[in-house]
């Protein structure tokens, strides 16, 4: 019961004691309890991370999308425009062409009426000539009587 | 054998040397090798760490450390790196040396005197019973305190609170008995407390298997053996809970006294 030299060996055996379990089981221990702490600590907030990215990538897919939507808009508004474009460009150079070949049909028909004149004017001439030859009974010199058939041709 | 002798002989450490210059072989062994194999079992557990999820034992290790964590962080209010790794150690140690009590009281006493051929080989296999080991570990805490006081209060702190502390400056004497009484009490009440706790239940224990033994003759061994049985149940179960506070209350003083020797206020 008495205290004796075992005090000393038994305060040498603790302090050893206390210095082994510190590096045997304490330091590495509470060290991976630490790690692991942070472990979960970075993946929750890695998670936080994450979830803003997506939230911030869903935004923009939706921007993006808008953004699309309005372009395609636009796209249909310019194409239906040229279109009409086309249409009334087409509408206009169908209308010119029209009227050159109205102008032109026009034309020829001028030219045919006026060669038809003048061949009903040489004839009629011609006629009157010969319609005056017999009524006189004789030749009319055509030289002499210029003038007169001049006005009668112009007058038809 | 008589009761008396029976008790004593269980209580008697088997020894070697004269006067001071003794040691106590079943104590000083014990310890020992509880001490190594908390090492041994720390060292085979720290080849298998791993961070992800810790396995059964390394749980258990782990909410040891947990505990005896919080209670640092509740307890000491500095920061030191030694004073974990002490507290820890002194729970498991502490528990361990207990935990010799609940083995059967006539089990390893018969066994060595079978081994030895001595049937009077005196073994006592709770260390904690021998004042020596508890003294060992208040007196180690003991240096730690006043190691502390000095290094965190310096020593002219450290004398002013022998001088001035709690009366003020005109009870000078009075202070100093005071102080030195207040800062001797720590290791003794540490000591004698853990010692006084399981040399009872030690004899308790013993009480208990005189019972079945001594005073059972013959037939009347039919009604005292179960009632040993079952008083040592119960007292095995109760005394589980001692060991385990024993080793708690133990550990929680120590970062208690370690943390007002950090306070400089104090």
Redesign the interface.
């Known amino acids: 019961m008495s205290i004796n030299a075992t005090l000393l060996i038994q305060m040498i055996a603790f302090m050893l004691l206390i210095w082994l379990v510190n590096k045997v089981l304490w330091a590495p221990l509470s060290k991976l309890m630490e790690d692991r702490q942070k472990k979960i600590a970075d993946g929750l907030s890695a998670a936080e991370k994450g979830k803003h990215e997506l939230e911030l990538a869903e935004q923009k897919a939706k921007d993006v999308l808008k953004d699309a939507k309005t372009q395609a808009q636009n796209i249909l508004g310019q194409a239906e425009k040229r279109g009409s474009e086309i249409v009334e460009d087409a509408k206009v150079k169908a209308t010119e062409e029209a009227g050159r070949i109205k102008a032109s049909a026009q034309a020829e028909i001028e030219q045919e009426v006026s060669r038809a004149r003048e061949g009903l004017r040489k004839e009629v001439s011609s006629i009157a000539i010969s319609g005056a030859e017999k009524i006189l009974g004789k030749e009319v010199d055509a030289a002499a009587h210029n003038d007169m058939l001049e006005t009668l041709i112009k007058s038809i | 054998m008589g009761t008396v002798e029976y008790i004593q002989h269980h209580?008697t450490?088997n020894?070697i040397?004269e006067?001071?210059?003794?040691?106590?072989i079943d104590?000083?062994v014990v310890?020992?090798i509880l001490?190594a194999l908390?090492?041994f079992v720390?060292?085979r557990?720290?080849r298998q760490?791993s961070?992800g999820e810790p396995g059964g034992f390394q749980n258990f290790?782990?909410s040891i450390?947990?505990f005896v964590?919080t209670n640092v962080r509740d307890a000491f209010p500095g920061h030191n790196p030694?004073i974990?790794?002490?507290a820890?150690?002194i729970f498991?140690?502490v528990w361990l040396m207990n935990f010799m009590d609940m083995i059967p009281v006539d089990l390893f006493p018969y066994l060595f005197q079978l081994i030895t051929g001595d049937s009077h080989a005196f073994l006592k296999i709770v260390?904690t019973t021998?004042?020596?080991?508890t003294?060992?570990?208040a007196?180690?805490v003991f240096v730690l305190i006043i190691f502390y006081s000095i290094k965190i209060k310096g020593v002219w702190g450290f004398t002013k609170m022998f001088l001035f502390h709690p009366f003020g400056k005109f009870f000078i004497p009075v202070n100093i008995v005071m102080t030195f009484i207040e800062e001797i009490s720590k290791p003794l009440s540490l000591a004698l407390r853990l010692f006084g706790n399981m040399f009872a239940g030690e004899l308790v224990f013993l009480l208990i298997a005189l019972i079945g033994g001594t005073l059972a003759v013959g037939a009347a061994a039919l009604f005292w053996a179960p009632l040993q049985i079952i008083l040592d149940l119960g007292w095995l179960i109760f005394h589980l809970l001692v060991i385990t506070l024993q080793a708690f209350i133990f550990m929680v003083l120590t970062i208690v006294y370690l943390g007002m020797a950090h306070d400089e206020s104090h």
């Open positions: 209580l450490n020894s040397g006067g001071f210059w003794t040691l106590n104590t000083i310890s020992l001490g908390i090492v720390s060292a557990l720290g760490l961070t290790v782990e450390l947990d964590a030694i974990a790794p002490l820890l150690t498991i140690w260390p021998d004042l020596n080991t003294l060992a570990m007196l180690t």
